[in-house]
C-alpha cells in the first residue's frame, strides 16, 4: 500500500511503500527483492531526506533492543530506540545522551545517520563523537564498524541521511550527571555584534550555549539576541537534587493552523513580547533539563502551527572569521519582510571526519521561515550565496530545495561518500529524494 510522506516542515510530500523489518533477516530480505529504498525513524528530519517516491521507506521503529548500562555510562541499543525513550531509562540511573537535538522525538539511528548536534557542540562535538560503535546492514551484508573497525564506512554514514544502509543497532557512550538540572545564565543583547562577542568570548566556560535572534527587527537593534548558556546542576548547587525522567507532553496542536497565522505582524509582536519578558541578566537559575533542552516536545505537533503549506527550516553554518555572513544573513532576511518565526545562533567547535556531516568550526544559524510569502525562494536563493561565498554549508536534515551544483561546493567531500557507498551499494539501492535531488545515489 502507498503511504504519503513528509519531513516535519510537511513540505515535498511524496509517497512510497513503508516496511518496518523487526530482524536484520527481513532488512536483508527486502535489499533482495527492492530497489530503491531508504531508512527512516520518527521522521524529524524537516526536508526530504527519509522519504523516496516509488519506492520503499524503511522504518526502524521496530529495532526496540535495549541493553543495560553499564558503570562507564556505555549502553547498546537498538536503532529504533528513540532519545526519550532512553532519557525516561537513563536519567533515573544518573545518565545523559552526550549530545541532544532540540527535541528528544529522534531514534538512535536518526542520530547518528543526521550526526546530531546540540548546544554543546563548541564542548563536546556531535553525536558520532560519542558512538563507540555501530551495526549497518547494506546490500551487500551486515558489518560492525567504529572509529577503529572500518573507520572508512563508519564516518561514511555519519551524517548520510541513511544512504548507505539500515543502522540496526549502536552502542554509545552517556554523560553522567547528579541532578535532572542546569545552571543557566541569561543575557538580553540590543545588538547582534554585542551577543556574537559574548558568545565568542565566553562560551568557552560553558557546556551549553545558544542565542534567539530576532530576525524581524531593522536599523541599530537588528539581530537583538537572549543569549542562555548552561552547565549541569551538581548535587550541592540546587535545593533539591533529584533524578526524574521526563514528562510526556500534555499540549497537543489539534488541527492545521490557518495559512498566515504566523506572518510579519505575529511573528514581530511575538519578538517584541519574547524579548521584554525576557531578564535583562540572571545567573544560576536552575532550569529542568526538559525546559532547557527540549522545550517545544511540550507542544505535540507543533508542527502544525504552520498551516498546511507547512515551513522551511533553513540551517547554515561557516567558518568562525566569516561572521559578517551571519550578520549580512540575518539583514538579508530582516529586510525582505519574510517572518522567521524562531533564529537560533550557536557556535561549532571542531569538525569530526564524517564526509557528509554538516559542523564546522564556527557559527550557525537556523530559521524556521512559514511557506507562502512570494519573496521567500529567493530570498533563500540569496542566503544560498552568501554562505557559499563564505566557504559554508547548510545541513542536509533540514534542507528541502539545495540545488545539486550548491551541495558540490558546500560538501566538497562527495565523491569520497560516493566510492565508499559503491562497495556497500554497488547497485545503487540506496536512494532518497533528497539523494535524487542532489545526485548522491551514486557514480
Given at each position: 500500500?502507498?503511504?504519503?510522506?513528509?519531513?516535519w516542515g510537511r513540505t515535498s510530500a511524496s509517497y512510497a511503500t513503508l516496511c518496518e523489518p523487526d530482524s536484520e533477516t527481513q532488512i536483508v530480505n527486502e535489499f533482495a527483492i527492492e530497489d530503491d529504498l531508504i531508512p527512516r525513524g520518527l521522521g524529524r528530519s524537516y526536508g526530504d531526506a527519509a522519504q523516496v517516491s516509488g519506492g520503499v521507506v524503511m522504518s526502524n521503529l521496530a529495532l526496540r533492543s535495549m541493553g543495560p548500562i553499564d558503570d562507564d555510562g556505555v549502553v547498546t541499543l537498538g536503532a529504533g530506540i528513540s532519545i526519550d525513550e532512553l532519557l525516561t531509562i537513563s536519567i533515573p540511573q544518573g545518565w545523559f545522551v552526550p549530545v541532544t537535538p532540540g527535541t528528544r522525538q529522534v531514534t538512535i539511528g536518526g542520530a547518528v545517520a543526521a550526526d546530531v548536534h546540540g548546544k554543546n557542540h563548541h564542548v563536546d562535538g556531535s553525536f558520532?563523537?560519542?558512538?563507540?560503535?555501530?551495526?549497518?546492514?547494506t546490500p551487500r551484508g551486515a558489518w560492525d564498524i567504529s572509529p577503529t573497525q572500518d573507520a572508512e564506512l563508519f564516518w561514511a554514514t555519519t551524517g548520510a541521511m541513511g544512504l548507505t544502509g539500515m543502522i540496526t543497532s549502536v552502542t554509545l557512550r552517556l554523560l553522567p550527571i547528579e541532578t535532572d538540572q542546569v545552571l543557566v545564565d541569561t543575557e538580553r543583547f540590543n545588538t547582534l555584534d554585542g551577543v556574537m562577542a559574548s558568545m565568542r568570548e565566553g562560551d568557552g566556560?560553558?557546556?551549553?550555549s545558544v542565542a534567539w535572534v530576532d530576525c524581524m527587527t531593522r536599523g541599530a537593534h537588528m539581530g537583538r539576541s537572549i543569549l542562555t548558556r548552561a552547565t549541569h546542576a551538581r548535587t550541592q548547587d540546587v535545593k533539591e537534587a533529584t533524578l526524574r525522567a521526563p514528562q510526556a507532553s500534555k499540549i497537543v496542536v489539534p488541527f492545521d493552523a490557518p495559512s498566515g497565522l504566523l506572518n510579519p505582524l505575529t511573528v514581530r509582536a511575538f519578538n517584541e513580547l519574547w524579548f521584554r519578558s525576557s531578564p535583562k541578566f540572571?545567573?544560576?537559575e536552575s532550569q529542568s533539563l526538559t525546559t532547557f533542552f527540549h522545550p517545544l516536545d511540550g507542544v505535540r505537533d507543533w508542527n502544525r502551527l504552520y498551516g498546511k503549506k507547512g515551513f522551511v527550516q533553513y540551517q547554515f553554518c561557516v567558518p568562525d572569521e566569516e561572521?559578517?555572513?551571519?550578520?549580512?544573513?540575518?539583514?538579508?532576511?530582516?529586510s525582505s519582510g519574510v517572518a522567521s518565526f524562531l533564529a537560533v545562533l550557536k557556535r561549532f567547535g571542531p569538525s569530526n571526519p564524517g564526509l557528509l556531516s554538516f559542523p564546522m568550526p564556527g557559527w550557525t544559524l537556523a530559521l524556521d521561515l512559514p511557506v507562502g510569502p512570494s519573496s521567500l525562494p529567493g530570498v533563500l536563493d540569496d542566503l544560498d550565496e552568501l554562505v557559499l561565498?563564505?566557504?559554508?554549508?547548510?545541513?542536509?536534515?533540514?534542507?528541502?530545495?539545495?540545488?545539486?551544483?550548491k551541495a558540490r561546493r558546500m560538501y566538497p567531500r562527495v565523491d569520497d561518500f560516493l566510492a565508499i557507498k559503491e562497495r556497500v551499494d554497488p547497485?545503487?539501492?540506496?536512494t532518497s529524494d533528497l539523494a535524487r535531488r542532489l545526485h548522491l545515489v551514486g557514480k
Open positions: 500500500m502507498s503511504t504519503k510522506f513528509t519531513g558520532g563523537a560519542h558512538v563507540l560503535s555501530m551495526r549497518l546492514v566556560a560553558y557546556q551549553y540572571q545567573q544560576g561572521h559578517e555572513t551571519v550578520v549580512s544573513c540575518i539583514d538579508r532576511l530582516s561565498d563564505a566557504g559554508g554549508r547548510i545541513y542536509l536534515a533540514k534542507d528541502a530545495r539545495l540545488a545539486p551544483e547497485q545503487h539501492q540506496l
